[in-house]
């Protein structure tokens, strides 16, 4: 027996497979384009797939067997499928829509707060900035409310679209935004992005001027360290004057710049675009981790909401339900009988002890 051949023929027929596939796909749209939406992107799987996923693999398989597990006990069977509805369903739709749509909402909560866009299509705004612009926007909505639901019902389903509306960027994205920039007009064209994504140019700005100020005194301070200065006049050795002279003076040219100056078309200063380039060459520069960080705390509390309610909301609200249902209104501390019958069961779980004993009472 030929091992090899046969191996080797084997992958030839898959590899000639794989291309009569793929090249049918291309010749049928709507074949290919229905598999592109099942298709995962990187390690994210897509919306439909997901959803098919828990609905194929999840859902259905637990109603076929809570159907077949008594058969002969009707109410056993419909009491198993409606906590499958109540609960399965309420775990797939937050897992589908929950963890975007709150992630959407904290990203515009951080760039709101931090004037850092972490988001890629930005709330449509209600009210505005100042007192004036808050009265004024007021007003509109008491003449226009039409106009203005429409804003509340546009950023409700930019919140809750599975696969668009308001998303929140992740970490390689924050990081491509905010570095990798090789001079201050390409750093001006981002700055004049900032307020489509819902930011502040003044907020990005300071950010990355108070971080070069601070490296710049960092610098001064390290070549100043271990030297005399003379009191009378002033001053440190020459060597340490001459070294420490320009990164002075682009120093104060960063404590005088404002935003208005550099988004013109006047050049900076050669040391100030030196230190412009270097501060958006490090990918781990204030900025981007500014955006990241406030981001990243927002996000862990909306995915502590949401593990929260999964793990102690819906199980409480599932046994509520049960209570209501086979102990209605009687009250829990009505006993059966003269005694009150203990839990020895030692087969009952301990999630369940609380719920037994209530039946038990």
Do not use: C
Not at 231 to 260: C, D, H, M, Q
Not at 268 to 281: C, D, Q, R, S, Y
Request: proline fraction near 5%; hydrophobic fraction near 40%; glycine fraction near 6%.
């Amino acid at each position: 027996m030929n091992i090899p051949k046969i191996a080797t023929d084997a992958f030839n027929g898959a590899k000639k497979m794989a291309i009569n596939a793929t090249q049918y796909v291309q010749k049928h749209p709507k074949l290919s384009n229905a598999i592109d939406k099942f298709e995962p992107n990187g390690g994210d799987n897509t919306f439909f797939g997901l959803a098919t996923i828990m609905t194929a693999f999840v859902l259905l398989p637990r109603i076929k067997s809570a159907l077949t597990r008594n058969p002969d006990n009707k109410e056993a069977t419909k009491d198993e499928i409606q906590e499958i509805l109540f609960r399965d369903i309420q775990t797939i739709l937050i897992m589908l829509f929950g963890l975007k749509s709150l992630n959407s909402v904290v990203a515009n909560l951080s760039t709101k707060l931090s004037g850092i866009p972490v988001v890629d299509v930005p709330y449509q705004k209600l009210f505005g900035e100042d007192v004036e612009g808050f009265i004024n926007k007021t007003i509109d909505v008491v003449k226009h409310p039409i106009k203005k639901l429409r804003i509340i019902g546009s950023n409700t389903l930019a919140t809750l679209n599975p696969i668009g509306g308001s998303t929140s960027l992740n970490g390689q994205q924050i990081t491509s935004l905010y570095s990798n920039y090789k001079s201050s007009e390409q750093v001006k064209k981002m700055l004049k992005t900032v307020p489509d994504k819902g930011g502040d140019p003044e907020a990005v700005f300071a950010k990355i001027k108070n971080s070069i100020t601070e490296h710049l005194t960092e610098l001064i301070k390290k070549e100043e360290n271990g030297t005399v200065q003379d009191l009378a006049t002033g001053k440190y050795p020459a060597e340490v004057e001459a070294k420490t002279a320009p990164i002075k003076k682009t120093l104060e040219y960063f404590e005088n710049l404002t935003l208005e100056e550099f988004m013109s078309n006047k050049p900076l200063e050669p040391g100030a675009e030196e230190e412009i380039k270097k501060f958006f060459a490090d990918d781990s520069n204030a900025l981007a981790k500014s955006a990241k960080r406030v981001n990243d705390w927002l996000r862990m509390l909306a995915l502590g909401i949401e593990v929260s309610y999964l793990g102690f909301g819906l199980p409480a609200l599932n046994q509520a339900r049960l209570k209501k249902k086979y102990l209605g209104e009687k009250p829990i501390g009505v006993q059966r009988g003269d005694t009150f019958s203990p839990i020895n069961d030692k087969h009952i779980k301990a999630q369940e002890i609380k719920l037994y004993s209530a039946f038990m009472k």
